[in-house]
């Protein structure tokens, strides 16, 4: 029930990330809805229908299972296949798909495995200090004390008109007998998490609303209404396909690559959040999975080849090589049976 609640949450986060996207993923929207088809291809109305459908239908089959395969790649493969179909493979832009696209997804995994080999000791070295110290916040008493890892105390922020001065209390938040909010490394970890969630949410909205404008030479709405009422309708659909199918993709991620301790959590979730935001704001689309998988391999490097479960991660890279492919059949099926529709 914990688990479920805690997907709710993420969910919740993927869906706030979503309307962030307006603000700092216009970059993206322009990436992938301008320059992949050529100039002077009309392109038909079942085609971007089409690329929705592949996607969105391999990435529910594959969460279900437990793959965390990647938006963006689907996306990608899905346009290939739909595209093949619909326009030929004149019609396609390569050079624009393989590098604005292809190039940052195929980089992406390696450089969050870089980037977790130089942070994740950072965090561990910062985090050594938090252990055993946590903040109380305390509304009784309209006060905000730390307690470190010998049980002393300061108060950073209090109410003089209210509550009675905080003096001495145990080393441990659970055992100081305040009706307050505690927040110690594990409530970092978790709030880390939902930002991991809302950097999948500004970077992948974006790409689904391009899907609308493949073809434009600017990405352009017809009204500011249908732009708003398109990122709504993307955000719930994020929202809650992460709810359906973020069980098992979590309980793989969290428990089936390597063992994590908190301090491992909230480097991995630190080190995927930061690349995403940053390639969102750029418009390089990687993958939000590929990047947090990567973290987390590279994190259980750290501790040992044994450390990590081979087995799973072999099922992961497979899991992203057929994506292409299979998104891009499906893809295709799409657009043959969504073009002969009245």
């Not at 441990?172 to 970890?189: E, F, K, N, Y």
């Amino acid at each position: 029930m914990e688990l479920l609640l805690f997907v709710l949450a993420l969910a919740l986060w993927t869906v706030a990330g979503a309307g962030l996207s307006a603000l700092v993923a216009k970059a993206m929207l322009k990436t992938f809805s301008a320059g992949l088809i050529q100039p002077g291809i009309a392109t038909p109305p079942a085609l971007a229908q089409a690329i929705l459908v592949g996607a969105m239908a391999w990435v529910l089959v594959a969460s279900r299972t437990g793959l965390p395969v990647s938006t963006s790649h689907a996306l990608t493969g899905a346009l290939v296949g739909a595209g093949l179909m619909s326009i030929g493979s004149q019609g396609l832009a390569w050079p624009a798909i393989t590098g604005k696209i292809g190039l940052p997804l195929l980089l992406s995994p390696v450089l969050a495995l870089a980037v977790s080999f130089l942070f994740h000791p950072m965090v561990r070295l910062v985090a050594e200090r938090w252990e055993g110290a946590c903040l109380c916040l305390m509304p009784a008493s309209r006060a905000l004390v730390t307690i470190d890892a010998r049980g002393n105390t300061r108060t950073l922020i209090q109410a003089s008109a209210f509550g009675q001065p905080v003096v001495a209390v145990p080393a441990q938040c659970d055992r100081a007998g305040l009706s307050g909010l505690t927040v110690g490394l594990d409530s970092i970890h978790w709030l880390s998490s939902g930002l991991a969630s809302l950097a999948r949410g500004a970077n992948d909205t974006p790409k689904i609303m391009a899907m609308l404008l493949l073809g434009s030479a600017v990405a352009s709405w017809p009204s500011m209404t249908v732009q708003l009422g398109t990122l709504a309708a993307v955000a719930l659909a994020m929202g809650l396909g992460s709810y359906i199918g973020g069980l098992r993709v979590t309980e793989v991620l969290a428990e089936k690559v390597t063992r994590m301790d908190h301090v491992e959590g909230l480097s991995a979730n630190l080190t995927t959040s930061s690349l995403v935001l940053v390639s969102a704001t750029m418009g390089l689309p990687v993958s939000t999975t590929h990047v947090s998988s990567s973290a987390i391999i590279g994190i259980g490097l750290l501790k040992g080849l044994r450390a990590v479960r081979w087995a799973t991660v072999r099922d992961m890279v497979l899991a992203w090589v057929v994506t292409l492919p299979v998104a891009g059949i499906v893809a295709g099926l799409a657009y043959v049976v969504l073009s002969r529709l009245p």
